[in-house]
């Protein structure tokens, strides 16, 4: 890998800047660190990137992306944080959009695909159960063809956006006799379909994003099944493996890092500004140079996007649990830094800075817990 400054990579950058200055309307410009914007300014935003031809960032030209390199995408995810442009929906551009890109016919593809890139459709992802999070192939949600259709019956949990989301790719066993992982298959559900009932679940965050989501008697067409009956493990793994680089969420942790850096200069203890206080300027020293070594893995795991490897998988598994311990540890040490008014942990009030705080505790738990990820490190780097 070479490290050194690509004076091309501040061109993009600078070609980014200014689409931003010049695209971004004001009113949708966010005033906090947000992690899932409101759907209308998520539709809005979409719609305008994909008048530029970026409406997928991290595709390739032969799927209607952008083709950008993976350090493009860092750069350009990094200038829409700071600029305060809304979230993409991440589940249909990095989880489902490479799925469909790799694995769906013809029609999947035309059905699904120029809606999320119009911005058209959300989704969210029906995988974890109340009794099959880390183990997730022993779920239990049972989709059973009869005639031309699977009728789905069973439940899941954790389904961030449920509420607001068009349609859910969800992972059901069509075979229960097969050895777990063989069994399970990937559909693509509509969620006005009748049978689907979702209830909030609300976080220590303050917010509503989680839900539990349920299906009776889910009649769902049989041309809804991605690949082929049995396929979804290989499928789930494929998924599963582009999500590392952007596990770590650099652009907010920089962003966590520029809060820092701002608050310290407005905010006071008595009458002198944190700034002058050596050990607050110590600790964010600190924290600057733990974003550089998780800037530079995310690097090293961009590079090997694609490699199955054990020693990626050990990477992205090391990444995700370097990025988001200090994810963790960062926003605790901003509301440490607001005194007294950390403790308000409405979204609206001190930037929503405690209810982000309260949020990034579950950083550690999706996408793959930490305890999974060290156990997965040790087996892969160390064998045992
Ligand atoms: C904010 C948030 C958003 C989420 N969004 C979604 C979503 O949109 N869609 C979706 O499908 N799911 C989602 N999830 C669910 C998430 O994937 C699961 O919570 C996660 O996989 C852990 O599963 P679990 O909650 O069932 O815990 P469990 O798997 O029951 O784990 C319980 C404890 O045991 C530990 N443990 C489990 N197995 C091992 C092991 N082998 N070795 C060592 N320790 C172990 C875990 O680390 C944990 O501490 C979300 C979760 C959160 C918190």
């Known amino acids: 890998m070479d490290f050194r400054p690509d004076p091309a990579l501040d061109d993009f950058r600078q070609t980014v800047r200014v689409f931003l200055g010049e695209k971004l309307p004001a009113d949708l410009v966010q005033q906090t660190i947000a992690i899932f914007s409101s759907r209308d300014a998520m539709r809005r935003w979409q719609a305008i990137l994909n008048d530029q031809g970026w409406g997928a960032p991290s595709w390739g030209t032969a799927h209607g992306g952008t083709g950008w390199s993976v350090e493009e995408q860092l750069i350009f995810e990094e200038e829409c944080t700071r600029a305060g442009a809304p979230t993409l929906d991440g589940f249909g551009h990095k989880l489902l959009g490479p799925v469909l890109n790799h694995f769906a016919t013809p029609e999947q593809w035309e059905a699904h695909v ?12 029906g995988f974890s159960e109340p009794g099959s999070g880390s183990d997730l192939a022993s779920l239990m949600t049972r989709a059973e063809r009869r005639g031309d259709s699977y009728v789905i019956n069973g439940q899941k949990i954790w389904t961030s956006n449920a509420h607001r989301a068009d349609w859910i790719f969800l992972l059901a066993r069509t075979d229960p006799e097969a050895k777990k992982q063989a069994g399970i298959s990937f559909f693509l559900i509509d969620m006005a379909t009748p049978g689907i009932t979702v209830r909030p679940i609300w976080s220590i965050d303050g917010r509503h994003h989680l839900n539990e989501v349920f299906f009776d008697e889910v009649e769902v067409p049989a041309g809804n099944l991605v690949g082929e009956e049995g396929m979804g493990w290989a499928i789930t793994k494929f998924l599963l493996n582009n999500e590392h680089a952007t596990t770590a969420e650099l652009p907010v942790l920089k962003a966590y890092l520029g809060a820092m850096k701002r608050l ?37 795991v961009a590079a090997l996007h694609g490699d199955t490897g054990h020693l990626a998988h050990a990477l992205g598994s090391m990444l995700k649990l370097r990025a988001t311990d200090l994810q963790q540890r960062m926003s605790l040490f901003l509301v440490e830094m607001l005194g007294d008014e950390g403790a308000l942990a409405s979204p609206a009030e001190e930037q929503g800075l405690a209810s982000e705080m309260f949020f990034r505790r579950a950083s550690t738990i999706y996408g793959g817990s930490s305890e999974v990820q060290r156990g997965i490190v040790a087996k892969l780097m160390f064998g045992l």
């Not at 300027?281 to 800037?295: D, K, M």
């Open 264 to 300: 310290a200069v407005t905010r006071s203890v008595g009458d002198a500004p944190l700034v002058e206080r050596s050990d607050f300027l110590t600790q964010i020293a600190r924290f600057e140079a733990e974003l550089g070594a998780v800037a530079v893995m995310v690097q090293r």
């Open 114 to 125: 120029p809606h999320i890139l119009r911005g058209e459709r959300n989704w969210c992802q």
